[in-house]
């Protein structure tokens, strides 16, 4: 059973910076792609950003040119550097790996934004 494991969530200031770490008890070159939603409150999960196995990458139009999905040196860890934070981030950002029609979730973790 894949597994996946959100850490890195917290409080962010405005204008500031967080970067969220998933780690895969998988290889990431065993799927399609790897990508980060998100959930606010009473609003519906979005997706902000995905990295093909090929590894090009697309954003939501809210976080594009502030957030950066990349993989880490290893096999296992796939991040999302965010950058320029404002208050409507704070969501619980979720990992996601997609393999054929199998998807695969962490449990997520918290960020939030504020002064």
């Known amino acids: 059973q894949v597994q996946l494991q959100e850490s890195g969530g917290g409080l962010g200031q405005p204008g500031g910076s967080l970067r969220l770490s998933c780690t895969i008890s998988a290889s990431i070159s065993s799927f399609d792609a790897m990508a980060w939603f998100r959930r606010a409150p009473g609003k519906q999960r979005e997706l902000v950003a995905s990295?093909?196995?090929?590894?090009?990458?697309a954003y939501a139009p809210s976080v594009k040119d502030r957030f950066t999905i990349s993989r880490g040196s290893d096999e296992n860890t796939v991040y999302l550097q965010m950058d320029n934070l404002k208050p409507e981030d704070s969501a619980v950002y979720y990992c996601n790996a997609k393999y054929n029609y199998n998807e695969y979730w962490g449990q997520g973790t918290q960020v939030t934004v504020s002064s």
């Open positions: 990295r093909a196995a090929g590894g090009s990458t």
